[in-house]
């Protein structure tokens, strides 16, 4: 690896979401479908919590068209995600542990999706067959593991970076 030191994140320096080519946006219609897949009945739980989460993290968040996305994995394995449709920068910040960035809105969405996830899965307190912590698990699996990896085997010292960059910013928001 390089040695050049990662900058925080700023408006001139934000943290990008570095696999866009990767990800599938679902359609309206299939949202639904995607979301009693991956969540079954607690859907409804999730999806009323990760308005809360963008609140918490932008308090300037008026609300607004919310993307439901997915990235393939494995052969017939698929992680899914949330976020903002509106494309510009946001600013954020974590009150619960003091973390603050600017990031773009898949990041910003990716970080809602794994707060809320967590504490949907606290409050529906069913910890044996819970979909919500799969989900959890599975999201958390691809960002510090086959995220990782992918990382690796780049060469491009500036796409390394970013990469590192992200995966700092998440695990420091969440």
């Known amino acids: 690896m390089n040695n050049e030191v990662i900058s925080p994140s700023s408006m001139t320096a934000p943290t990008l979401f570095p696999v866009k080519d990767q990800v599938h946006t ?11 897949q991956h969540l079954n009945k607690k859907f409804a739980i999730f999806e009323s919590f990760l308005y809360l989460s963008a609140r918490m993290l932008n308090e300037q968040y008026q609300g ?11 052969h017939q394995k698929e992680i ?8 510009g920068l946001i600013a954020a910040s974590n009150p619960m542990n003091y973390a603050e960035g600017v990031m773009d809105n898949m990041t910003f969405g990716l970080i809602c999706t794994i707060i809320e ?46 990469y590192r960059r992200f995966m700092r910013e998440v695990a420091k928001f969440i």
Not at 66 to 71: D, H, K, L, N, T
């Open 26 to 36: 679902i359609p309206t219609k299939q949202r639904a479908k995607l979301m009693h």
């Open 64 to 74: 607004g068209y919310w993307e439901f996305a997915s990235i393939k994995i494995s």
């Open 80 to 87: 899914f995600f949330c976020y903002p449709s509106d494309a």
């Open 117 to 162: 996830l967590g504490n949907a899965f606290y409050e529906v307190g069913d910890f044996s067959q819970n979909e919500l912590y799969q989900c959890l698990e599975e999201l958390k699996s691809w960002l510090f593991d086959e995220l990782y990896q992918q990382m690796e085997k780049l060469t491009d010292a500036q796409t390394v970076n970013n």
